[in-house]
């Protein structure tokens, strides 16, 4: 849930909000940590979330038990690619390495043309801040397209980051 109380609140704002704009959410399916918040304020406020988790996290007892729908696949792989044909949008809260990886393997995509779906970072705190200039050093230094780096939607609001995903802003 990370140490600060605004990661926590961040992940119930963005549940609701979602929910009031209807849409639903994706995610990886467990149900602790800051996502498992999200899923469970989404579903309390009548929202749909679907979770998709590979078989051996099902078996360490992690996944949600609540969710609108479970998909169990495989492998990770597997996960990401349903995960990634379900979904019109991705957001990242903050998180940890699985969060980084899964935003910039979808960032990818998008890089190369596999999908042209927005990917956006909720930058509860400027936690995000590290990473965005870490983006704009790459660029800097040649090693990123400044077009490619516009790709990355980034907002401490939820609901402008939820605009911006939409393309209403």
Known sequence: MGRQDCYAQA????????????????????????MGRLADTALAAGGEVIGVMPRPMVDREIAHQGLSELHIVGSMHERKALMGELSDAFIAMPGGFGTFEEFCEVLTWSQLGIQNKPCGLLNVSGYYDPLLRLFDDAVAEGFLKPENRALVIASDSVEALVKACRGDG
């Open 11 to 34: 992940a119930d704002s963005l549940a609701v909000h979602l929910v009031r704009c209807g849409i639903g959410i994706v995610y990886g399916g467990a149900g602790r940590g800051l």
